[in-house]
């Protein structure tokens, strides 16, 4: 029964995603028949742009309606089972249901942190230097200051984020201090090193890091505390409208005026 | 004239509002040219499938494109390993999967009307996993889950695991897309803990390096003493 697309010459009106399959018949080049895992439930018309729905427990057809693309009742299920979704508002962490208190904590920063603005550190290496470093910067002395102010996502070698590093092959290791991501998700990246020389120089690199990126450093809040000089007030600007109000009543009088002086000439 | 400059501009608003309704199915630039910010490469896509009764895994497969996106690699093979399980999903299957599957993953479910959730992954550049409710792909209705792959003030851009590739995104605007999360009863997300991926490095500027900034705090001292 089922032949290749090629053969038949009607069209599908719609493409569907998994669970459901458009089928043809070599011998009813006009229509396309439309299955939902596996069972038929109805069949297109090309020719006439015309769908019946197809029971095929009883294998009857009914008269033609709406297909259901377009039905307003009827919807393509991919996988989500709309019925299991709790109707009210609810959270889980991690599979835990969360009260409200959890869900002010969650938004306060316990769970899901708005680390937009630390610094990172991206570590490529391979399986065994990894863990050597993700250790150091969890329990290291040295590292304990400075380590909690960048997110450091550890990579394996070879993984799809780390091209962007460019990282030199004969190394097979490339650390990277970066400044928080911009609007345009690029960062500055303020120290690279390609080998592993401990935990006392790596906390030297990162503490020069955020020297130089320190996310919450904003000059506009530094206040001046030299005292005030004593200067008379510069007069108020004229307001914006009374501004524009002079300058329209100057243009209708150049208007005016050089309509009057275009009349009197001829 | 008046009642036909009244018709005009009427039109010209319905044709607007009916415009700014529809999808376009576009690349990681928005109709602005607004980027991405989830932009996973193509090579990481996973096209959705049936589990072993042929329900669809539009839930898992979008978990396991969030994690690919995030960097855990438990999660890695989460969509295969579903196919031997019986397809659909909703939010205390997914706990149920992830403890059989992935136990080491931290994540958050969500199911609600707040959008405050989702603004808050996409300022940490985390992708979603977001239910959706109609396209015009379909023409009509979906019970789907997809990765929000991008939202703003402004724009919302999602992955469809039906439709994969770094050219079919679907960009719409931001109310439009919530519409469209909510369309079922009320919208449902999951969200992978685990940080985004590095910034896209860019080197320091110039003015910022060692050497250039004591050339220019020289230049300054020699202009004020000349």
């Known amino acids: 029964m089922q032949t290749p697309k090629a053969v038949s010459q009607a069209t599908p009106p719609v493409e569907l995603g998994v669970g459901y399959q458009w089928r ?3 011998d009813d080049p006009d229509r396309v028949y439309l299955f939902k895992a596996g069972v038929q439930i109805g069949g297109w018309d090309d020719k006439k742009k015309v769908w019946r729905d197809y029971d095929s427990r009883s294998d009857h057809w009914f ?6 693309w377009q039905s307003t009742n009827s919807e393509f299920f991919f996988g989500v089972v709309h019925e299991k979704i709790p109707e009210e508002e609810s959270y889980s962490i991690g599979g835990v249901k969360a009260d409200r208190t959890g869900v002010r904590k969650l938004f306060a920063g316990d769970t899901l942190t708005d680390d937009s603005s630390k610094l990172r550190l991206t570590l490529i290496a391979d399986k065994e230097v990894s863990e050597r470093i993700s250790g150091d910067l969890k329990s290291h002395p040295a590292l304990a200051n400075v380590a909690p102010k960048f997110t450091v996502q550890s990579y394996q070698w070879g993984d799809w984020a780390t091209e962007v590093f460019r990282p030199d092959p004969a190394r097979r290791f490339h650390l990277s201090l970066q ?6 998700g690029r960062g500055i990246e303020y120290h690279a090193q390609t080998e592993y020389t401990g935990p006392e120089d790596l906390a030297v690199a990162m503490a020069a890091a955020i020297r130089k990126a320190d996310p919450s450093y904003e000059p506009n809040r530094t206040p001046d505390l030299r005292p005030k000089p004593n200067v008379p007030p510069a007069p108020e600007p004229a307001p914006v409208d009374s501004l524009w109000t002079g300058l329209l009543i100057i243009l209708f009088f150049i208007f005016a005026l050089g309509k009057g002086n275009g009349s009197s000439d001829e | 004239m008046i009642r036909y400059l009244f018709s005009f501009v009427f039109i010209l608003l319905f044709v607007s509002v009916i415009h700014a309704e529809r999808a376009q199915v576009m690349g990681s630039r928005g109709p602005d040219g607004t980027e991405v910010i989830c932009e996973l490469p193509e090579k990481e896509h996973i096209k959705n499938v049936g589990g072993r009764d042929g329900a669809g895994l539009c839930v898992f497969t979008s978990i396991e494109m969030s994690a690919r996106w995030a960097n855990e690699n438990e ?5 295969q390993k579903m196919r ?4 659909g ?6 706990d149920r999967m992830m403890a059989k599957y992935a136990p080491g993953i931290k994540y958050v479910q969500y199911s609600g009307n707040d959008p405050g959730i989702l603004d808050l992954a996409m300022k940490t550049g985390r992708m979603v996993a977001v239910t959706y409710g109609y396209s015009e792909r379909y023409g009509g209705r979906v019970a789907h889950m997809v990765n929000l792959v991008h939202m703003d003030e402004k724009w919302a851009t999602i ?10 995104l679907e960009w719409m605007s931001r109310v439009e897309f919530l519409r469209r999360w909510k369309m079922t009863g009320g919208g449902w997300a999951v969200i992978l803990l685990a940080p985004s991926p590095p910034p896209i490095p860019i080197n320091v500027p110039a003015e910022l390096l060692p050497e250039r900034r ?4 020289l230049e300054g001292l020699l202009a004020s003493a000349s």
């Open chain 2, 159 to 168: 992955l469809d695991n039906n439709f994969v590739g770094s050219d079919k």
């Open chain 2, 84 to 87: 031997k399980e019986p397809g």
């Open chain 2, 214 to 217: 004591n050339r220019l705090a």
């Open chain 1, 24 to 26: 043809y018949r070599a």
């Open chain 2, 75 to 79: 999660l890695r093979g989460f969509q």
């Open chain 1, 179 to 184: 400044g928080p991501a911009n609007q345009s």
């Open chain 1, 63 to 68: 008269d033609p309606g709406k297909p259901p």
């Open chain 2, 89 to 94: 999903g909703w939010p205390e299957k997914v």
